[in-house]
């Protein structure tokens, strides 16, 4: 049974940095894809990054330069490092593994998911 359990999420203020980690189990994540989502209250599911079982990564034009994606394959721990954050990068957010053949990184077309960390991020 795939799980995926995420931490790290809290209050910052604008311009601090939080990691948020996703571990996994159930599955190996050397050989998955991987990705962040977030959703705000009354927005759409957004992808934010993804890194795939071969290490190619993909971000959003809008965190771009200040989050990083990374992934632990001996942990089966997928992190993401916000950086320079912005109030409006205020969200749950949610790991995902698993991605559906044939389908853009960044769209929410994965398997599993994780029950997601709020964060957010005060002017």
């Known amino acids: 049974q795939v799980q995926l359990m995420e931490s790290g999420g809290g209050s910052v203020q604008a311009g601090g940095s939080l990691r948020l980690s996703c571990a996994g189990s159930?599955?190996?994540?050397?050989?998955?894809?991987m990705a962040w989502f977030r959703q705000a209250p009354g927005a759409k599911r957004e992808g934010v990054a993804a890194i795939s079982g071969d290490g190619i990564i993909s971000y959003a034009d809008s965190v771009k330069g200040r989050f990083t994606i990374s992934k632990d394959n001996a942990k089966n721990t997928l992190y993401l490092q916000m950086n320079s954050l912005k109030p409006e990068d205020s969200a749950m957010y949610s790991c995902?593994?698993?991605?559906?053949?044939?389908?853009?990184?960044?769209?929410?077309?994965?398997?599993?998911w994780g029950q997601g960390t709020q964060v957010t991020v005060s002017s």
């Open positions: 995902a593994a698993g991605k559906s053949a044939g389908t853009w990184p960044l769209d929410p077309m994965y398997r599993y």
């Open positions: 159930g599955f190996t994540a050397s050989r998955s894809s």
